[in-house]
């Protein structure tokens, strides 16, 4: 039998930073869809040109209770979102895996994934991912959001967005590098609450009062995450935001 692919990961991902949301929250999550348009305008602001975004909504979805009725609520999901219809398949631990991916229409010519996992407990988890083709502007990404809302509806599912943004920020001096960061926690009205730092490579976590949604970490709300990573091959800069977490590199 086929094992699901990568997507799998990020369903898993996508699951246990859920759980940590609504245990923050108190059982859901506040206005993603705010949050991740929020995002976009201030990526407006930071970068020359985004060469990236990613918006993934991850969140539990209906019961199931057997391999038919698992079958159909996979076959409703690819139905909504107009993707290619995909055979169910269970992965080592025997959880009911869908995955389905393509390029529709609607998609413009951006990546689509769509992952439902189903439990012993016969509940289930649904991840929605777009990987924005290059050079959309923030004001088309919105929109699609929106389309996409509006696919997901009829499922009864109202999209959390997470929202990854990069682009390159060229060469910077270590002034440059600190100026930069100076910008960002402008930008952001954003707090540091942890920093990590290794060889070309740093991460800062945020809160912010201009995001909804957050984690707690560290007794704080952290609800955007900023990476800025020197590359190895030509030491120009690369810049990573996400709220409210960098989940995904890929």
């Not at 009725?69 to 999901?77: P, Y």
């Not at 995909?86 to 529709?104: K, T």
């Not at 229409?105 to 289930?124: H, V």
């Amino acid at each position: 039998m086929k094992r699901p692919n990568g997507i799998w990961a990020i369903v898993l991902l996508g699951a246990m930073l859920w759980s940590g949301w609504s245990a923050y929250a108190g059982g859901g999550f506040s206005d993603g869809e705010s949050d991740a348009k929020t995002l976009l305008r201030i990526a407006d602001r930071l970068y020359g040109s985004i060469a990236y975004v990613a918006v993934q909504h991850s969140g539990d979805y209906a019961a199931f209770d057997g391999d038919e009725s698992f079958a159909k609520l996979a076959e409703r999901v690819s139905s909504a979102l107009r993707l290619p219809a995909a055979e169910p398949v269970r992965d080592a631990n025997g959880h009911w895996v869908f995955v389905a991916e393509g390029s529709p229409a609607w998609a413009e010519s951006g990546r689509l994934q769509a992952a439902l996992a189903g439990w012993a407990d016969g509940t289930t988890h649904l991840t929605v991912r777009w990987d924005a083709p290059a050079g959309m502007t923030s004001n088309r990404i919105a929109a699609w959001m929106d389309e996409a809302a509006a696919k997901l509806k009829p499922l009864g599912v109202r999209p959390d967005w997470m929202t990854t943004v990069r682009g390159n920020v060229g060469y910077l001096s270590q002034d440059g590098i600190d100026a930069l960061w100076a910008n960002i926690r402008d930008a952001l009205d954003g707090t540091p609450v942890e920093t990590y730092t290794d060889a070309g490579s740093e991460i800062v976590s945020f809160s912010s009062p201009l995001f909804n949604q957050g984690l707690r970490i560290r007794d704080a709300k952290v609800n955007v995450q900023a990476a800025l990573h020197r590359s190895s091959e030509d030491g120009t800069f690369g810049l990573t935001i996400a709220t409210p977490l960098i989940a995904s590199e890929s």
